[in-house]
Protein backbone atom coordinates (compact mmCIF):
# COMPACT_ATOMS: atom_id res chain seq x y z
CA UNK A 1 0.00 0.00 0.00
CA UNK A 2 1.27 3.90 -0.36
CA UNK A 3 1.58 5.72 2.13
CA UNK A 4 -1.06 8.56 3.23
CA UNK A 5 -0.62 12.01 3.99
CA UNK A 6 -2.35 14.02 6.18
CA UNK A 7 -2.11 17.76 5.29
CA UNK A 8 -2.08 19.76 7.96
CA UNK A 9 -3.19 23.25 7.70
CA UNK A 10 -2.79 25.95 10.53
CA UNK A 11 -5.45 29.17 10.46
CA UNK A 12 -6.15 32.15 11.63
CA UNK A 13 -9.12 34.26 10.22
CA UNK A 14 -8.32 33.22 6.91
CA UNK A 15 -12.17 32.26 5.85
CA UNK A 16 -12.01 33.97 2.73
CA UNK A 17 -9.25 31.38 1.54
CA UNK A 18 -10.02 28.39 3.16
CA UNK A 19 -12.14 27.02 0.57
CA UNK A 20 -10.35 27.47 -2.76
CA UNK A 21 -7.34 25.60 -0.85
CA UNK A 22 -9.04 22.91 0.33
CA UNK A 23 -10.62 22.25 -3.21
CA UNK A 24 -7.07 22.35 -5.22
CA UNK A 25 -5.75 19.83 -2.22
CA UNK A 26 -8.74 17.80 -3.14
CA UNK A 27 -8.69 18.16 -6.93
CA UNK A 28 -4.80 16.69 -6.64
CA UNK A 29 -4.10 14.07 -8.62
CA UNK A 30 -2.88 11.50 -5.93
CA UNK A 31 -3.11 7.81 -6.21
CA UNK A 32 -2.63 7.56 -2.55
CA UNK A 33 -4.92 8.50 0.75
CA UNK A 34 -5.25 12.08 1.27
CA UNK A 35 -6.13 13.99 4.97
CA UNK A 36 -6.82 17.18 5.23
CA UNK A 37 -6.62 18.70 8.56
CA UNK A 38 -7.56 21.92 9.20
CA UNK A 39 -7.00 23.81 12.52
CA UNK A 40 -7.82 27.20 13.78
CA UNK A 41 -6.33 28.92 15.92
CA UNK A 42 -9.02 32.06 15.99
CA UNK A 43 -11.47 31.82 19.52
CA UNK A 44 -14.52 32.48 16.74
CA UNK A 45 -13.35 29.83 14.77
CA UNK A 46 -14.88 31.55 11.95
CA UNK A 47 -11.91 29.85 9.42
CA UNK A 48 -13.45 26.37 9.98
CA UNK A 49 -17.79 27.64 9.82
CA UNK A 50 -16.82 28.82 6.60
CA UNK A 51 -15.37 25.05 5.17
CA UNK A 52 -17.81 24.06 2.71
CA UNK A 53 -16.33 20.38 1.76
CA UNK A 54 -17.36 17.56 4.87
CA UNK A 55 -13.97 15.47 4.00
CA UNK A 56 -11.73 18.27 5.34
CA UNK A 57 -11.37 17.36 9.44
CA UNK A 58 -11.98 20.20 11.00
CA UNK A 59 -10.10 20.85 14.59
CA UNK A 60 -9.82 23.35 17.33
CA UNK A 61 -6.33 24.61 19.26
CA UNK A 62 -5.17 27.40 21.01
CA UNK A 63 -3.75 30.25 18.98
CA UNK A 64 0.02 29.77 18.13
CA UNK A 65 1.48 28.01 14.56
CA UNK A 66 3.24 25.49 16.30
CA UNK A 67 0.42 24.47 18.73
CA UNK A 68 -1.46 24.15 15.80
CA UNK A 69 0.21 21.95 14.08
CA UNK A 70 1.20 20.05 16.74
CA UNK A 71 -2.56 19.40 17.16
CA UNK A 72 -3.14 18.59 13.66
CA UNK A 73 -0.33 16.02 13.82
CA UNK A 74 -1.37 13.88 16.61
CA UNK A 75 -4.74 14.23 15.03
CA UNK A 76 -3.41 12.91 12.06
CA UNK A 77 -3.98 9.12 10.38
CA UNK A 78 -1.85 9.61 7.62
CA UNK A 79 2.27 7.76 7.38
CA UNK A 80 3.47 11.37 6.17
CA UNK A 81 2.35 14.88 7.53
CA UNK A 82 2.65 17.52 5.33
CA UNK A 83 2.62 21.24 6.98
CA UNK A 84 0.64 23.62 4.77
CA UNK A 85 -0.18 27.73 5.17
CA UNK A 86 -3.28 28.84 4.03
CA UNK A 87 -2.13 31.03 1.80
CA UNK A 88 0.60 28.58 0.01
CA UNK A 89 -0.36 26.00 -3.23
CA UNK A 90 1.19 23.02 -4.11
CA UNK A 91 2.15 22.00 -7.21
CA UNK A 92 -0.51 20.21 -9.55
CA UNK A 93 1.53 16.69 -9.09
CA UNK A 94 3.15 18.07 -5.02
CA UNK A 95 1.34 15.13 -3.29
CA UNK A 96 3.00 12.49 -5.51
CA UNK A 97 6.49 14.18 -5.48
CA UNK A 98 6.13 13.79 -1.70
CA UNK A 99 6.05 10.12 -1.73
CA UNK A 100 8.42 9.67 -4.52
CA UNK A 101 11.10 11.40 -2.53
CA UNK A 102 10.28 9.34 0.57
CA UNK A 103 11.04 6.47 -0.90
CA UNK A 104 14.41 6.70 -0.10
CA UNK A 105 14.34 5.48 3.36
CA UNK A 106 17.52 8.00 4.52
CA UNK A 107 14.88 10.81 4.47
CA UNK A 108 13.07 11.51 7.32
CA UNK A 109 11.03 14.83 5.55
CA UNK A 110 11.69 17.64 3.21
CA UNK A 111 10.29 20.65 1.47
CA UNK A 112 9.62 22.88 -1.53
CA UNK A 113 11.32 25.71 -3.16
CA UNK A 114 9.56 28.54 -3.36
CA UNK A 115 7.48 30.94 -5.44
CA UNK A 116 6.06 34.13 -4.78
CA UNK A 117 2.85 34.60 -6.25
CA UNK A 118 3.69 38.36 -7.66
CA UNK A 119 4.75 39.05 -11.03
CA UNK A 120 6.89 42.03 -10.00
CA UNK A 121 10.99 41.44 -10.18
CA UNK A 122 11.90 41.79 -6.83
CA UNK A 123 10.15 38.78 -6.24
CA UNK A 124 12.50 36.61 -8.54
CA UNK A 125 15.28 37.64 -6.36
CA UNK A 126 13.90 36.54 -3.23
CA UNK A 127 13.35 33.34 -4.79
CA UNK A 128 16.29 32.38 -5.70
CA UNK A 129 17.96 33.76 -2.33
CA UNK A 130 15.82 31.28 -0.59
CA UNK A 131 16.38 28.08 -2.70
CA UNK A 132 20.29 29.11 -2.27
CA UNK A 133 19.70 29.99 1.42
CA UNK A 134 17.76 26.45 1.87
CA UNK A 135 19.83 24.00 0.07
CA UNK A 136 23.17 26.04 1.98
CA UNK A 137 21.79 25.37 5.49
CA UNK A 138 19.47 23.02 4.97
CA UNK A 139 16.64 24.36 7.11
CA UNK A 140 13.46 25.43 4.64
CA UNK A 141 11.22 27.44 5.87
CA UNK A 142 7.33 27.09 6.55
CA UNK A 143 6.28 28.26 3.53
CA UNK A 144 7.85 25.57 1.95
CA UNK A 145 5.74 23.03 2.50
CA UNK A 146 7.57 21.15 5.11
CA UNK A 147 6.62 17.60 5.04
CA UNK A 148 7.81 14.39 7.33
CA UNK A 149 7.40 11.28 8.23
CA UNK A 150 5.02 11.05 11.16
CA UNK A 151 6.45 8.67 13.63
CA UNK A 152 9.84 10.78 13.44
CA UNK A 153 8.18 13.90 13.99
CA UNK A 154 5.94 12.26 16.81
CA UNK A 155 8.95 10.68 18.30
CA UNK A 156 11.34 13.81 18.29
CA UNK A 157 8.68 15.77 19.87
CA UNK A 158 7.28 17.80 17.02
CA UNK A 159 7.21 21.49 16.85
CA UNK A 160 8.49 23.30 20.14
CA UNK A 161 6.27 25.48 21.95
CA UNK A 162 7.44 28.81 20.34
CA UNK A 163 5.98 31.35 19.22
CA UNK A 164 8.32 32.02 16.23
CA UNK A 165 11.05 30.57 14.21
CA UNK A 166 9.22 27.06 15.36
CA UNK A 167 10.07 25.74 11.35
CA UNK A 168 13.84 26.83 12.16
CA UNK A 169 14.12 24.91 15.08
CA UNK A 170 12.83 21.43 13.97
CA UNK A 171 15.09 21.84 10.95
CA UNK A 172 17.63 22.52 13.31
CA UNK A 173 17.16 19.50 15.44
CA UNK A 174 16.94 17.32 12.17
CA UNK A 175 20.50 18.21 11.55
CA UNK A 176 21.82 18.00 14.70
CA UNK A 177 20.98 14.68 15.08
CA UNK A 178 22.53 13.72 11.59
CA UNK A 179 19.25 13.32 9.85
CA UNK A 180 18.33 14.26 6.21
CA UNK A 181 16.11 16.11 4.29
CA UNK A 182 15.87 16.73 1.08
CA UNK A 183 14.72 20.08 -0.88
CA UNK A 184 12.33 19.20 -3.95
CA UNK A 185 13.20 21.53 -6.80
CA UNK A 186 9.48 21.95 -7.57
CA UNK A 187 7.95 25.20 -6.48
CA UNK A 188 5.15 25.75 -4.33
CA UNK A 189 3.34 29.08 -4.62
CA UNK A 190 2.97 31.29 -1.88
CA UNK A 191 1.21 34.47 -1.59
CA UNK A 192 2.84 38.21 -1.64
CA UNK A 193 0.52 39.63 0.82
CA UNK A 194 3.23 39.72 3.96
CA UNK A 195 5.75 41.39 1.90
CA UNK A 196 3.19 43.97 -0.04
CA UNK A 197 1.24 44.68 3.61
CA UNK A 198 4.90 45.67 5.16
CA UNK A 199 6.95 46.55 1.81
CA UNK A 200 9.23 44.05 0.41
CA UNK A 201 12.53 45.51 1.51
CA UNK A 202 11.08 46.15 5.01
CA UNK A 203 10.00 42.74 5.04
CA UNK A 204 13.06 40.98 4.27
CA UNK A 205 15.20 43.12 6.26
CA UNK A 206 12.76 41.93 9.27
CA UNK A 207 13.18 38.50 8.72
CA UNK A 208 16.99 38.51 8.16
CA UNK A 209 17.24 40.34 11.38
CA UNK A 210 15.23 38.13 13.23
CA UNK A 211 17.25 34.68 11.63
CA UNK A 212 20.33 36.36 12.99
CA UNK A 213 19.03 37.17 16.07
CA UNK A 214 17.45 33.60 16.88
CA UNK A 215 20.78 32.16 16.17
CA UNK A 216 22.42 34.27 18.25
CA UNK A 217 20.37 33.16 21.30
CA UNK A 218 17.16 35.35 21.55
CA UNK A 219 14.70 33.84 22.94
CA UNK A 220 11.41 33.70 20.47
CA UNK A 221 9.30 34.97 22.75
CA UNK A 222 11.21 38.42 22.15
CA UNK A 223 11.02 38.34 18.84
CA UNK A 224 7.80 37.60 18.45
CA UNK A 225 6.90 40.83 19.44
CA UNK A 226 8.70 42.41 16.16
CA UNK A 227 6.76 40.21 13.67
CA UNK A 228 3.34 41.19 14.40
Not at 66 to 91: E, K, S, Y
Not at 150 to 160: N, V
Request: glycine fraction near 8%; hydrophobic fraction near 45%.
Amino acid sequence: MRPAVSIVIPVFHEAHIINPLVGHLLRMPFAGKREIIVVDGAASGDSLRAIRDPRAVKLRSTRGRAVQMNTGARHATGDILLFLHADTRLPDDGLERIIEALQAKDFVGGAFDLAIDSPRPCFRWIEKAASRRSRITRIPYGDQAIFIRKAYFLRHGGFAAIPIMEDVELMRRIRRRGDRIILLPHRVTTSARRWERTGVCRNTLRNWMLLILYHAGVAPERLSLFYR
